[in-house]
């Protein structure tokens, strides 16, 4: 017997069903572009609208099951693509503040939507009914006349569905729903603690003694109060590492933020074990070997096996260059008079030092170069000009969720509407670690939606009327982050699930690691990188500074990634049933085995009790993934540079046969077409600077 998907709804309270009455999310906004209304958004409107998109989605597949006509394209396929709208619509705005903006009201919400999410998507794809449908569509697509388009579609719903579950008699459908609930719940809860671990594990020092290092301006920026307080980001290294030069300081944060979910009052280790013991079951119960095994089926490495072999040609390399550095920074350490051995909290501050002496480039130096309104606007942008012809509009009509965001509008060259774009680019405590792109409104034609989207950073606020004064590495971030934006605004699709940034996760990171090849382009870097205070170009002095230190400390950049990679890797390969004793050892092992731990003084670039990613960020047994599109990022780069460069022929073509394709090709042919053969290694390898 079909189970019914209106079983699996939850159901509406009076008192929320008479807040739908003036609840912003049930009509499409009159904003331009359908952009969120934030003027009329409140927190209470949420769960309702959640609620009511949930019910309107189950009562749209109970018409679709429930249907007496055969099952075609448009009765089926199209009609679940179309079920979705209204939650979307209230999905895309209440998931972004819960990352963005999040509050307690917001916090309560999400505990509470998650297991109702998770078996929410359960009663539609684990439905008996309706998978007899997609079926006997899928079965029939070379017989149904259907585009490229809708036949790529229906094969999607079809993949998905049996990677959901949908094969499974009803006892194990029965029991992967409440797997699923459960991971739901935890990977939530993680969201919350690992915040709470972030904000709760920053330091404090009493002088500015302590912080000696930092300029003024810095200093200023931490004042709290009578003390001085260093709050954590999300990576185990934190930046002020590489400028403090306060030992005792240095060793308090490094400590601070690589124990921040461990032994304190936010301790996420029993929730890593638990979300790795569900995952590893589930993984099973889908009939293979491990999670990794089943959550890899439609990326482009497809199997773990190839994961690992990208990974057995880094690691050789890139801890060997790591121990050549240590051994580099140790001598720094003996020549500047101190004698003690090379610590995780040293290695920054005394690579610093080293890339001053070996290649005279100071980070303190380059700042002045690199403020933020000129790296976006005459940096990011003007790079998409010259390779896409679009052009950019700062609007301050539309309304946003917090002051520090700014919104522009995006025209095609020949002056159309192309889109509109948020940047909320400065750090606070309501907000995650991290940079990252999302989208309110996906592209698409079904709906006729043109793209909103938003980058968010974690950048230092200036004091009032100070610029705001970035690193070389924030601004390669900007571009990055834009990267993914470009994925999103070039979507050429009919349906939202196929739309843009809708591909496989280790090929999403590749428009985004490809764009980072603009931040030093000479055109590029000459219009946006400019004295704030003499609007003096950025001499080529400095320029060549930082391309002679391309290569330094990537033996280093590169171990703690790979680190956090096995790491990932090693969580997802477990087999159900096997016994964990602590996360701490788990991780040290995971480690030893894969000799990622040589080099005493280079830790994960995340270690498991902190790695978000992985345990609520939707990249398990997929962090892998960065370092695979870099490989085709600086393989795709050799081909700019073989073709000419930055021109727009070249921009264009990469829109047409790539960047605008979203999940409508094989991956692999796709690129292959593009680029005239499959990617390499050889260009990762030679612009990381190491060697086996």
């Known amino acids: 017997m079909a189970l019914s998907v209106g079983l699996m709804a939850c159901g509406t309270s009076g008192g929320e069903q008479s807040n739908l009455e003036n609840n912003p999310f049930m009509e499409e906004s009159t904003l331009p572009y359908h952009a969120p209304d934030f003027t009329k958004i409140k927190d209470e409107h949420y769960q309702p609208a959640l609620l009511e998109g949930m019910r309107v989605q189950n009562e749209a597949i109970k018409a679709i099951v429930e249907n007496t006509e055969a099952p075609d394209f448009e009765n089926t396929i199209l009609a679940i693509e179309k079920s979705s709208a209204l939650l979307n619509r209230v999905a895309s705005v209440f998931y972004a503040l819960t990352s963005s903006h999040r509050n307690d009201k917001i916090t309560e919400i999400q505990e509470f939507m998650a297991p109702k999410m998770s078996q929410h998507s359960d009663g539609i794809y684990l439905n008996e009914g309706l998978f007899e449908k997609v079926k006997a569509v899928y079965e029939n697509r070379n017989d149904l006349n259907l585009d490229p388009e809708s036949l790529k579609l229906t094969e999607e719903y079809y993949t998905n569905f049996v990677i959901a579950g949908a094969n499974l008699d009803a006892e194990k459908k029965e029991e992967l729903k409440d797997i699923n609930s459960r991971i739901a719940s935890l990977t939530t809860e993680f969201t919350k603690v690992n915040a709470e671990a972030m904000n709760g594990g920053a330091i404090y020092v009493d002088t500015p003694e302590e912080l000696a290092g930092l300029s003024e301006s810095e200093i200023n920026n931490l004042k709290d109060g009578d003390r001085y307080k260093i709050p954590l980001l999300n990576t185990t290294q934190q930046p002020l590492l590489a400028t403090l030069e306060h030992r005792p300081t240095r060793e308090k944060l490094f400590k601070a933020s690589y124990y921040r979910a461990e032994g304190t009052d936010h301790d996420t280790q029993d929730l890593v074990m638990e979300i790795a013991k569900l995952r590893a079951e589930k993984g099973a119960l889908l009939g293979f070997e491990n999670y990794a095994a089943w959550s890899l089926q439609k990326t482009m490495a497809k199997d773990a096996s190839y994961v690992q072999e990208l990974f057995s040609g880094l690691i050789p390399a890139a801890t060997k260059k790591a121990g050549e550095e240590a051994a580099v920074i140790q001598k720094m350490i003996y020549d500047s008079g101190e004698d003690f051995t090379l610590e995780p909290w040293d290695w920054n501050f005394y690579a610093e030092k080293v890339r001053k002496a070996k290649y005279d480039l100071d980070e303190n130096e380059l700042k002045p170069y690199f403020e933020l309104n000129s790296v976006l606007e005459n940096g990011v942008f003007y790079a998409a000009e010259k390779l896409y012809g679009i052009t950019f509009k700062k609007r301050t009509d539309i309304p946003t969720y917090h002051e520090d965001v700014v919104v522009y509008e995006l025209f095609e060259e020949d002056g159309s509407e192309l889109g509109l774009f948020y940047g909320d680019f400065f750090a606070r405590e309501t907000k995650r670690g991290g940079a990252w792109m999302s989208s309110f409104v996906t592209a698409n034609k079904l709906y006729n939606h043109k793209p909103v989207i938003y980058n968010v950073c974690n950048y230092t606020k200036p004091k009032d009327g100070e610029p705001a004064l970035i690193s070389y590495d924030e ?176 921009g264009q073509r990469f829109r047409d046969m790539v960047i605008s394709r979203g999940n409508t090709l094989d991956y692999e042919e796709m690129y292959r077409a593009w680029r005239g053969k499959d990617p390499s290694i050889q260009a990762l390898v030679k612009a990381r600077g190491v060697v086996n």
């Open 475 to 650: 601004a390669t971030t900007l571009f990055h982050e834009f990267g993914h934006a470009l994925h999103g605004f070039f979507a050429d699709q009919m349906y939202p699930s196929l739309a843009g940034t809708a591909v496989a996760r280790d090929f999403v990171e590749f428009p985004s690691q490809i764009n980072e090849s603009w931040v030093l382009y000479p055109e590029v870097l000459n219009n946006y990188a400019k004295h704030y205070e003499t609007g003096e170009v950025i001499p080529a002095t400095l320029v060549n500074k930082i391309k002679n230190a391309s290569t330094f400390n990537q033996g280093y950049s590169l171990t703690e990634n790979l680190a956090a990679s096995n790491i990932d890797m090693a969580w997802h390969t477990i087999p159900a049933g096997t016994h964990i004793e602590d996360v701490v050892t788990f991780e040290n092992n995971a480690l030893h085995t894969t000799k990622l731990d040589v080099v005493h003084a280079v830790k994960p670039r995340y270690r498991s009790s902190y790695f978000a990613h992985i345990f609520s960020g939707g990249y398990a047994a997929g962090y892998y993934s960065y370092l695979w599109t870099e490989m085709l990022h600086h393989d795709a780069y050799q081909w700019f540079e073989e073709n000419g460069g930055m021109t727009r022929e070249n």
